[in-house]
């Protein structure tokens, strides 16, 4: 089976984008805050800056469970 990470880049290639990887590791995102998530912070930055423009995740909840942090994050879409 293969993983989210593989099925990411994999899709980054068939649609002709390079691609980034940002992984926090073993933080969980069912507590998470922005405060405990500088990898996300980073992320955000560079969408705020227009280096990343497209975002993949397996799913929404790999992100964030947090409501307030996942509002933070729909907000730059």
Do not use: C
């Not at 990470?5 to 994999?10: F, L, N, T, V």
């Not at 002709?16 to 933080?27: D, L, R």
Request: proline fraction near 1%.
């Amino acid at each position: 089976m293969k993983t989210q990470k593989e099925i990411g880049i994999e899709l980054s290639e068939r649609l002709g984008m390079n691609y980034q990887v940002h992984n926090e590791g073993g933080i969980s995102s069912s507590k998470d805050t922005l405060i405990n998530r500088p990898i996300l912070i980073n992320v955000l930055r560079l969408m705020d800056d227009g280096i990343v423009k497209h975002l993949y995740v397996w799913n929404t909840d790999r992100l964030s469970r947090n409501q307030i942090t996942w509002y933070t994050i729909r907000q730059k879409w």
